[in-house]
C-alpha cells in the first residue's frame, strides 16, 4: 500500500474489555514495530517482528499485552483486560530490511485507545 | 538509567528565522540518532539520520550534528516557514541487532507569520 495503515482510528474501551489492534505495513516491509504513545511523551517501545518472527518484546507492560504477525504481513496488537493505565497512542512502524539497524521507520497514523 | 532531553520548552520563532533545537542523551553511546517530525493526530515521519562517525548532515533546509563529546545533537531549521510548526522528536539506536529505538519528549516548534 501507499503507506502504513492502522485501525481503528479511535477505539472507546470499558475496563476489563480486551481490544484487538490491526496493523497493515508496507507492502514489502520486512520489518514490523509497535510503540505506545502518552500525550505528551516520546513513543515507547513495545515490541518487534522480522517478518512473522517476533524478535523483541521486552516492551510489553505486561501478559496482558500479546502482538502476532502470522503470515509476515498484516500485524495484531491484542490487550486483554484493558486498564485506565492502558489509554494512549498505539503506533506501528515498518521499514524495508533488517539487517541495518539504522533504518528509518514509517509510522502509521496510529490508534488512539481510552479506557473508560 | 538511559535518559534524552529535548528543548523543554516550546519553540516560538518568526518566519525566515532558523530555528535550533537541541537533543542531549545521557548514560547512552548510540550508533546513530534520527530526527523526526510529528504532527497532531498523525504518526511520526523520518527527517534526517546521522550516524556517530559524522559531525553533519543536510536535507534542502534541514541540518543536523551529532558531537558524541558533548552527548548532543543539534537540528536545525532554515529559513523557517509556518508549515514547519510541528513537534520534532529525537530518536537513538544502538549497532547490533538491538533495533529498539529511545525516543526524547520531544520539543514543539510554531513558526509565526
Known amino acids: 500500500g501507499a503507506g502504513v495503515s492502522q485501525s481503528p482510528r479511535y477505539k472507546v474501551a470499558k475496563r476489563g474489555q480486551d481490544v484487538a489492534l490491526r496493523c497493515d505495513p508496507i507492502?514489502?516491509?520486512?520489518?514490523l514495530f509497535w510503540y505506545q504513545q502518552a500525550l505528551g511523551q516520546g513513543p515507547e517501545f513495545l515490541t518487534y517482528f522480522q517478518n512473522e518472527a517476533q524478535l523483541d518484546k521486552s516492551g510489553l507492560p505486561s501478559d496482558r499485552f500479546f502482538a502476532e504477525r502470522p503470515e509476515g504481513s498484516v500485524s495484531t496488537l491484542k490487550i486483554q483486560r484493558t486498564q485506565q493505565e492502558d489509554s494512549a497512542v498505539y503506533l506501528c512502524a515498518s521499514s524495508l530490511g533488517s539487517g541495518a539497524t539504522n533504518e528509518k521507520l514509517f509510522f502509521g497514523s496510529g490508534t488512539q485507545l481510552s479506557v473508560l | 538509567s538511559q535518559k534524552i532531553e529535548q528543548n523543554s520548552e516550546a519553540l516560538n520563532i518568526q518566519e525566515g528565522k532558523t530555528a535550533t533545537l537541541t537533543c542531549n542523551y545521557t548514560?547512552?553511546?548510540?550508533?546513530?540518532l534520527q530526527w523526526y517530525r510529528q504532527d497532531p493526530g498523525r504518526g511520526p515521519v523520518f527527517l534526517l539520520l546521522i550516524r556517530e562517525n559524522e559531525k553533519e548532515k543536510r536535507k534542502e533546509r534541514l541540518k543536523v550534528t551529532f558531537d558524541t563529546t558533548l552527548k548532543q545533537s543539534l537540528f536545525h531549521i532554515t529559513a523557517s516557514q509556518p508549515a514547519d510548526s510541528a513537534t520534532y522528536l529525537c530518536?537513538?539506536?544502538?549497532?547490533?541487532?538491538?533495533?529498539?529505538?529511545?525516543w526524547g519528549l520531544g520539543t514543539s516548534l510554531a513558526v509565526n507569520p
Open positions: 548514560n547512552y553511546s548510540p550508533a546513530y
Open positions: 530518536a537513538l539506536g544502538n549497532a547490533g541487532n538491538n533495533r529498539k529505538l529511545i
Open positions: 507492502s514489502g516491509h520486512v520489518s
